[in-house]
């Protein structure tokens, strides 16, 4: 599935993890960085994203424009618009006093200077029109209506000035025809880049913070977001090639919510620094591609949700990593895929929640590790690992606390990797690029420890009742013995757990380092149970 070009990061969270693993059936991987090709003015160069492009996703524009990249501009042939005085020095925009109103009506490059309370920047192009917003120290504020408007045109470029630091803070307006409910509210592409600093907040009710009703892109600079409702809203997209974002958000944190468009409704995350300190979700689309940057996200519910209520667009839920590092504090799932997930590098960390209702990770369909380093600590309620994949993998049973160092070795007792959930835990997921099949590793936390073995899949969803089928774990006895004895090796359950399905389970561990038989035919996952055969923790 995975045949096209991918990001390679540099960096890793924690430990030392190899390159991007080579995927099953791939003959040929083109590995890049992203970025943009040149930094011209035109619109028309690009530079993929870093989205895997397979037949089903041709369509997607994963792409970053040249212009996308370029924040430069000429200061002696902008028209400036002075906030404060309320003036126009060039052509191309009008101010109007009475409604405290800037308004950009042709296509060019417009540069923002000074501080205007209660003033609204509108911009109302052709259909066919790009302009460039600079701002350079600017602060706009509004209490019922956006900061930023843009009513109409093809693109808008909004660009933070080298070393600038700017604000917008806005409320929303309702009418007939439309809600702005955005202190950046557009109906057209728009960009931002540069390298100077944006702070946008809002308390209104139900408001975003930056909202685009096509495609939002951001390629620089930095962000700091607080909103009532969404924080970064593209309808048709969101695309983050580079920045550093501070983002609270009522609802979720990075939103696209098209649903209607094949090739729209994505979030692709390719570089940058995001850190969310709160929100309802974090990330959430129909599809989402996570191919570089470092992420943090700390959520109300899911932290990373690829859904749609209301598809209507022919192609499943898919959420995709292609590298980069991610760490995950999470109340709801940690990852959750109404369809599919797909690993195939970075660095994964996740503190799933303490209701068992929830889990670490989560999907529909299935769940492949092709490559990456993962470590999802959860309930035991709705455990699922991997289904498959090129990388083998692993969910082990182990009791862990909240705010204490989970640590994953090789069983030589090299570190892998460490992290410290914020919740406590009974499961944990498991697979690196460093751990072969058949391999041995040892988890620690606190006290608590226990050997495990990566097999070709770590599959399971919840326990008891219903017939065993499926892709469950392969059964084990009482846990070695180690540590306090808190740590143990779950009993295996194909499909929605512990039945009287047939099938081989794997070798059960019997007490202190007796190996148990093999379960086979009724087994109900006592000493044994009933699953995929093979040794699997």
Known sequence: ???????????????????????????????GFVGCSSLGSSEGSSENSGGSTDASQVAMDFEYTDRDCDPSYDADTATVLDLAAGTVEGSGATYDAEQALFEVQQEGTYLLQGKGDEVQVKVALG???KAQLVFN???????????????????????LAEGSRNSMAGGQIDNDTDALNGVVYSKSDITFNGNGALTVSTTAQDCHGIISKDDLVITGGTYAISATDNGLHGKDCVKIRDGAF???????????????????????LDGGTIEVTDCEEGYEAREIYLNGGKSTITARD??????????????????????????????????DSNGSLEVNDGTILVSGPSNAANGALDYESEATINGGTVLAAGPAGMACGFTGGSQGSALVDLQGAADQTLVLSTSDGSVLVEFVPVHAYQTVVVSSPNLALGDTFL???????????????????????????GAGRPGAGNAPDTGDGS????????????????GAGGPGVGNGSNAGPSGAGNASGNSTGVGNSGPVV
Not at 1 to 9: A, E, L, N, Y
Not at 137 to 142: A, E, K, V, W, Y
Not at 246 to 268: H, L, M, P, V
Request: one cysteine or more; glycine letters at 16%; charged letters at 20%.
């Open 1 to 31: 599935m995975f045949v096209g070009k991918v990001k390679k990061v540099s960096e890793r969270l924690l430990g030392s993890v190899r390159g991007l693993a080579l995927v099953a059936l791939v003959t040929l991987l083109s590995v």
């Open 127 to 129: 259909d066919e029109e």
């Open 137 to 159: 120290n600017t602060d706009l504020s509004t209490t019922d209506r956006p900061a930023l408007y843009v009513e109409s045109g093809d693109k808008v470029f909004v660009t």
């Open 246 to 268: 501070t983002i609270e958000a009522g609802n979720d944190a990075i939103k696209s919510s098209n649903q209607e468009e094949a090739n729209r409704g994505f979030i692709a």
């Open 302 to 335: 899911d932290a990373i949700n690829a859904s749609a209520s209301e598809n209507t667009s022919g192609r499943e839920c898919f959420i995709q990593i292609n590298g980069g590092q991610l760490a995950i504090y999470a109340d709801g799932d940690g990852i």
């Open 443 to 469: 988890l620690t936390s606190g006290s608590s420890h226990i050997e495990g073995t990566v097999a070709e899949t770590s599959a399971g969803k919840g326990f008891g009742g219903g017939p065993g089928a």
């Open 487 to 502: 740590a143990s090796v779950r009993p295996g359950a194909g499909g929605s757990g512990a039945g009287n399905a047939p």
